[in-house]
């Protein structure tokens, strides 16, 4: 090769003679114009010198040159070549995703360990240092065999999953005795070997203490949400409830809400079942369904009776809507029909009340088609149904069909854990609703823990609204009592022991509360624990309004 074989040459080429570039070509030229007479490694960057070739860098650009030394001159024919430009990124992008992958590896709890198909160790993370105790450098080159020997693992999952080729998993305690999660993944070529296997390791003895403890605090959460409610008595609902037998009762209640059976509530006059009912409506899931739809069964005329509970067609009657009207039953369509002073229907409208029980399906008057209802009822009554049953005067067929669920609510002289905190309730509603802010004094609350209670809660509220309105003191004192009431309490029965203990607790903390209001200094002045004096004052609904 000569000067005139270089000058032909379509390739950038040049000669340098002791390192100084002697001559060039135009292709060179082209590229690199005043290169003669400088030496070559200052008009290139990172010369990477070989045997026959050079890679230089010029500028942005990046030359293969193949090289030739006859004594001192060296020949450079070359090409410019951008896929080594490319080739740079690609292995600049995959260092910095190692270094990502690496960072990854190490940060993950769980720990990680990596062999290859021979089962030699290549890479672990930190986490293996916390779940074996052992620095993870110890485990480099090493085979699982060598620290199943050992002792550091009592099973291969590494072996199982080159024999099997597949994922395995498996749950052992390692050396320290904690229990693990071993999963084993292969990592396949394009030709379906086994290259290297990937296992994963979770400490499980961490999570199933952290399972029990949740599981502790959810049972202890689902305990502290039941006492609560036992404790505010129902108040969400706007119901008010001390007594176990009431407790009972609503207790019963809530767990049958969701059933579609009938519900037959007995008790007295004012007893609280129409509160009873639309509890049970609140409770279930025909609440979000449907409405609550109440019928007083003794208010309505016997002759409209029928048109109100099914409805009629236009013009079925003298005086109908001509569009018609739907009825009770299609009102409550997929929510709750509660038939109060359900005693009172008569004997025509009881035989339609079984069809619609029996079969779920209505006929409005005038009509010729049956229509269909989902509808749960509730029924409701202060009289003996089975005494009326005997004297024909109700249906013993729907006695039963009404009957399948019966709730008793026993009258207010009965449970009377109830008459204190439903006194303080009917007081702070009505100052409420009047925009007052009187208070019952002592010797009243006494006086009204012995009444009977003849109307029983709604006598309750209408006395306690009448008193409020009616006296000018803003302290409500025995001597407000209407008459009628102080001659029923000059033969008061006999209070039984626990309720004489209340009746004077209440008395005491109503006056101790009067005086210091601060539960610390009432606890103290009453030598009993600040807890106990606040769980009291819930009790009796002191000082809350």
Not at 42 to 69: A, P, S, V, W
Not at 84 to 97: A, G, I
Not at 255 to 263: E, L, P, W, Y
Not at 436 to 442: I, R, S, T, V
């Amino acid at each position: 090769m000569d000067l005139s074989t270089i000058s032909q040459l379509s390739f950038p080429a040049f000669i340098s003679k002791n390192g100084i570039i002697f001559s060039t070509n135009d292709a060179f030229r082209s590229i690199i114009k005043g290169a003669e007479e400088q030496p070559v490694e200052e008009i290139f960057d990172n010369i990477e010198e070989h045997e026959t070739f050079t890679i230089t860098r010029y500028k942005d650009k990046r030359m293969l040159f193949i090289t030739e030394q006859k004594d001192q001159y060296v020949y450079y024919i070359g090409k410019e070549n951008t896929h080594f430009s490319d080739l740079e990124k690609q292995v600049t992008e995959l260092e910095k995703l190692n270094r990502e992958l690496d960072s990854i590896i190490d940060n993950s709890y769980d720990g990680i360990y990596i062999t290859d198909n021979k089962g030699i160790t290549l890479k672990t993370n930190t986490a293996i240092e916390r779940l074996t105790g052992i620095p993870k450098e110890y485990y480099i080159g090493k085979n699982v065999d060598r620290l199943v020997n050992r002792g550091i693992l009592k099973d291969s999952v590494t072996k199982k999953v080159l024999k099997q080729r597949r994922t395995v998993s498996v749950v052992q305690n390692n050396f320290e005795g904690k229990e693990t999660l071993i999963t084993g993944n292969p990592i396949f070529n394009n030709k379906g070997d086994i290259e290297k296997v990937i296992t994963n390791i979770r400490d499980l003895s961490e999570l199933n203490r952290l399972i029990t403890e949740l599981n502790s605090v959810q049972k202890k959460n689902a305990e502290y949400e039941k006492e609560l409610e036992l404790l505010k008595g129902y108040s969400n609902s706007g119901i008010i409830i001390e007594s176990e037998t009431m407790k009972e009762l609503y207790e019963t209640a809530t767990r049958i809400a969701n059933f579609d059976a009938t519900v037959l509530i007995l008790g007295e006059t004012g007893v609280g079942k129409d509160v009873l009912a639309r509890f049970i409506y609140s409770k279930s899931k025909r609440s979000s369904t449907g409405d609550f739809i109440k019928v007083n069964c003794g208010a309505i005329p016997q002759e409209l009776i029928e048109s109100e509970l099914f409805g009629y067609e236009g013009g079925a009657f003298t005086g109908a809507n001509r569009n018609g009207k739907p009825g009770m039953f299609e009102m409550a369509d997929n929510g709750v029909l509660f038939l109060d002073e359900v005693g009172e229907l008569p004997l025509k409208t009881q035989v339609k009340l079984l069809q619609v029980i029996q079969d779920n399906t209505i006929q409005r008057i005038g009509a010729t088609k049956l229509k269909m209802v989902n509808v749960r009822i509730i029924a409701a009554t202060n009289r003996n149904l089975l005494q009326m049953v005997t004297e024909q005067e109700f249906r013993e067929d729907l006695f039963y069909r009404l009957n399948v669920i019966p709730l008793s609510i026993p009258p207010l002289r009965e449970r009377r854990d109830d008459i204190l905190p439903l006194i303080q309730f009917f007081l702070n509603r009505t100052n409420l609703k009047y925009n007052l802010d009187k208070h019952l004094k002592a010797d009243l609350k006494n006086s009204l823990y012995e009444l009977d209670w003849k109307g029983n809660v709604r006598e309750m509220a209408n006395l306690i609204e009448r008193m409020v309105l009616t006296t000018s003191k803003r302290a409500i004192s025995h001597d407000h009592l209407p008459a009628d009431y102080k001659k029923e309490r000059a033969d008061p029965h006999i209070h039984s022991l626990k309720e004489a203990v209340e009746i004077t607790e209440r008395n005491v903390l109503e006056d101790a509360y009067s005086k210091y209001k601060s539960t610390y200094e009432i606890s103290r002045v009453l030598n009993t624990s600040q807890p106990t004096i606040v769980r009291k004052l819930r009790k009796y609904q002191i000082g809350q309004s």
